[in-house]
Each structure stands twice: as structure tokens, then as C-alpha cells.
């Protein structure tokens, strides 16, 4: 959901970044034939405080029903319509690196409605390979993706030192949503959505709250 978005719909972008944990949620419920879900028990599946729960349901306009809960499928589908999940998202995917065929054969975008149509390098001893049943193909077929298949997502893979120009590639060919894997951060114009996985970076996060954990227990 991009950003203008959100904020015509008046929902805060902390609440947004929760809302995937909640459908996360909702979507094992219903698998497991759960019709309703108290505000507690979809709080702790979600790993938040059922206040914060209901606060950010609350800008959503559901409320639940007092001593039954919030029904599970319409609150997935509400959820799901928020995040603009009710749509097709066709998506590409830039750098056939380790991380990259890992994300190429993650089954997990088609289940949550992002179809990945494409894989590209500008390696040409990688274009032409296959992937995950997928040919790699050049940088340069990105306006095509974009004007022929309604390519909207571009998920970036490469190396650090490629990274800023293959965000720059699929700004030019007309990609407002991406999602970067590479550490650093991306310089785009205007009107474009970036969203950064560090790895790294949540590995330091927990090895600090780890060495957090490990003083404690020595002074105890």
C-alpha cells in the first residue's frame, strides 16, 4: 500500500506495517475452520497487546462484537483490501545471486497475490539461464515488462555496489513499488515507495538484545 494511500485512508504507517501480522494470522485461523477470534487470542498470535490491536483495527472501522470477537474471514478480507491485495501484483525480480534464486523459488509472494513474471541480470553469462522454471532475462526488457505485463513491484537482489542503479533502471522503466534487499539505502524521486530487508542489520539487533540477556542473567 503506498504511502498516499495510507494516508487517505487515515491509517498510520506503524499500524500499516502490523496489518501483514494480522492477516498472517487470520489466514491460519481459517485454515484451521476458526469463524471468530477474541481481540486477545488474535493479539498474541500476531505477537502484539491487544490494545494496540484494537487501535489499529480501529482506524479500519472494525470493532468486533463484544463477547464474540472479530469474524475471521471478514476481517482477512477487509485486511487484504486495505493492502491492495485483492489485485494482481506482478512483480520482478533484479539479481540472480544466491539471494536472488532464493527469492525466485519462494513460494510465498504467489500465496500472498504477487506473481513473479520475471527474473533479470545484466550479467549476460546469467541471461538465458533457468530459474525456479523461469528464464533470466536482460535489464533491458524492463519498459517491455512494464508496458506489456503491467509489471508493478521490483524487488532488488544485487550486490550493494549494483543496487542504487538497478533502483534507478526501474524507476526509469516506470516501477513506483520496490522492495530492496541489498544493505544501503536507496536515493529515488518523488512519488516512489521504498522498502529495505537488512539482514544484517536485524542480525545486530539481535545479538544486541542477546548480549542483553546474557548480562542480565550473569548479575542475577
Known amino acids: 500500500m503506498s504511502t498516499a494511500a495510507t494516508a487517505r485512508r ?5 499500524s500499516v506495517a502490523r496489518l501483514p501480522g494480522y492477516l498472517r494470522a487470520l489466514t491460519a485461523l481459517a485454515r484451521d ?3 471468530s ?3 486477545e487470542e488474535l493479539a498474541a498470535a500476531a505477537g502484539v497487546s491487544s490494545a494496540m490491536l484494537r ?7 472494525s470493532y468486533g462484537v463484544r463477547g464474540v470477537g472479530y469474524d475471521v474471514e471478514h476481517l482477512a478480507s477487509e ?6 491485495l485483492t489485485q494482481d501484483w506482478p512483480v520482478a525480480i533484479i539479481g540472480m545471486g544466491n539471494l536472488g534464486r532464493a527469492l525466485a523459488a519462494y513460494r510465498g509472494f504467489a500465496e500472498r497475490g504477487f506473481r513473479v513474471i520475471a527474473l533479470l541480470d545484466r550479467d549476460a553469462k546469467v541471461v538465458g539461464e533457468e530459474v525456479a522454471d523461469q528464464v533470466v ?4 526488457d524492463l ?14 537482489a544485487t550486490p550493494p555496489e549494483g543496487a542504487q542503479q538497478a533502483c534507478d533502471e526501474l524507476v526509469s522503466a516506470g516501477i513506483r513499488s520496490i522492495l530492496n534487499f541489498a544493505p544501503g539505502v536507496l536515493t529515488v524521486p ?14 545486530q539487533i539481535l545479538a544486541f538484545h542477546g548480549q542483553r540477556v546474557a548480562v542480565a542473567e550473569a548479575v542475577s
Not at 485486511?79 to 491492495?84: E, K, S, T, W
Not at 519498459?143 to 524487488?155: E, I, K, N, S, T
Not at 518523488?190 to 542480525?203: F, I, Q
Open 143 to 156: 519498459a517491455r515488462l512494464v508496458a506489456d505485463d503491467g509489471l508493478a513491484v521490483g524487488v532488488i
Open 79 to 84: 485486511i487484504a483490501a486495505v493492502l491492495g
Open 37 to 39: 477470534v477474541s481481540s
Open 190 to 203: 518523488d512519488g516512489v515507495t521504498v522498502r529495505t530487508v537488512d539482514l544484517s542489520t536485524e542480525l
Open 10 to 14: 487515515g491509517i498510520p504507517e506503524a
Open 33 to 35: 475452520e476458526v469463524a
Open 55 to 61: 487501535k489499529d483495527l480501529s482506524h479500519l472501522g
Open 137 to 140: 532475462r536482460p535489464m533491458t
